[in-house]
């Protein structure tokens, strides 16, 4: 059973992880909610799974796939591709970073 205590700055840290900008009333909302719902999460892993396949799906349906097949006729030269890029070097597009801090 976990027996941490979801405060708003644990809610904080992990919308900060998210990129949420969260008010403080949302911190507080999330926080309760976090602390509500542990509990069912510990009932879940309580659970004996021994024995039993795991399941990805259980609404029966099958995944349509087709083969991975190049059409040369639908492709662009990399020079084609690059005509429109702002900004390129060495045949490459150049795009902003767009991660500003490790998490």
Known sequence: MTNTTYDTNFVRHIGTLAKLDLTDEQAAQLAGEFQDSMPVVDALLKID?????????????????????????????????LANAPRQHDGYFVVERVIDHEA
């Open 49 to 81: 799974t021994t024995g039993l396949a795991p399941t990805y799906q259980v609404n029966s349906l099958s995944n349509v796939t087709h083969p991975d097949v190049v059409d040369e006729a639908h492709m662009f030269s990399q020079k084609q591709a």
